[in-house]
């Protein structure tokens, strides 16, 4: 059964930082499309980062450049999303999603498998 599972959210001040964890099960994530979605109260789910897991290809949405980096551990069969410099506007459920393939996207209708998502809340 294909599973992921994100972790890692939390409360955190203005300027902090958090890393948020997309564990896989019941597939390996070799030659998928791994993205990081995130949706803020009232507003429509938006793509934040995505890893091609063929070559490492990585896609950032503008707002968080330079801020966020997207990375995958093989070995442990989970991709992360290291947040940096977070802003209020940064607070949202962020949810990993993830589909065969060798590209990077950010949009919603590209993903099939998408786990429960974790709050992350940015907040003085």
């Known amino acids: 059964q294909v599973q992921l599972v994100e972790s890692g959210g939390g409360l955190v001040q203005p300027g902090g930082s958090l890393r948020l964890s997309c564990a896989a099960s019941?597939?390996?994530?070799?030659?998928?499309?791994i993205s990081w979605f995130r949706q803020a109260p009232g507003k429509e789910r938006e793509g934040v980062a995505c890893?091609?897991?063929?070559?490492?290809?990585?896609y950032y949405a503008d707002s968080v450049k330079g801020r966020f980096t997207i990375f995958r551990d093989g070995a442990k069969n989970t991709v992360y999303l290291q947040m940096r410099s977070l802003k209020p506007e940064d607070t949202g459920v962020y949810y990993c999603?993830?589909?065969?393939?060798?590209?990077?996207?950010?949009?919603?209708?590209?993903?099939?498998?998408w786990g429960q998502g974790t709050q992350v809340t940015v907040s003085s």
């Open positions: 999603a993830s589909e065969p393939g060798t590209w990077v996207s950010l949009n919603i209708d590209d993903f099939a498998s």
């Open positions: 019941g597939f390996p994530l070799d030659y998928h499309a």
């Open positions: 890893i091609s897991s063929s070559d490492g290809r990585t």
